[in-house]
Nanobody, 114 residues
Framework: VQLQASGGGSVRAGSSLRLSCTAS?????MGWVRQAPGKEREFVAK????????YYADSVKDRFTIERDNYKNTVYLQMNSLKSEDTAVYSC???????????WGQGTLVTVSS
């Protein structure tokens, strides 16, 4: 499966952005990871096919919302109240099981200035 992410950009702290990722096929679990400059890649959020299960990293909980449109094989990440520490390359990820991602797509850069 291929994943194509979009929606990154440069914003001020406190702003919002919405990322999108479209998969070339049906995927059980879709989500997002990010990698900030000089740091390791970290988990951000994931959502199951049924959309009744979503899980967030503590650092984004209550600010980010993950949603999916299964008809479009697309997952969205609504990012509110952005902070400078959210600056990173955000990549879409997919997995056949809830426990881990198997595939990662190219990232989209999110830059948050204070």
């Amino acid at each position: 499966v291929q994943l194509q992410a979009s929606g990154g950009g440069s914003v001020r702290a406190g702003s919002s952005l919405r990322l999108s990722c479209t998969a070339s096929g049906i995927i059980n679990v879709m989500g997002w990871v990010r990698q900030a400059p000089g740091k390791e890649r970290e988990f951000v959020a994931k959502i199951a096919w049924s959309a009744d299960s979503a899980y967030y990293a503590d650092s984004v909980k209550d600010r980010f919302t993950i949603e999916r449109d299964n008809y479009k094989n697309t997952v969205y990440l609504q990012m509110n109240s952005l902070k400078s520490e959210d600056t990173a390359v955000y990549s879409c990820a997919a997995g056949t099981s809830w426990s881990r991602f198997d595939t990662w797509g190219q990232g989209t850069l999110v830059t948050v200035s204070s």
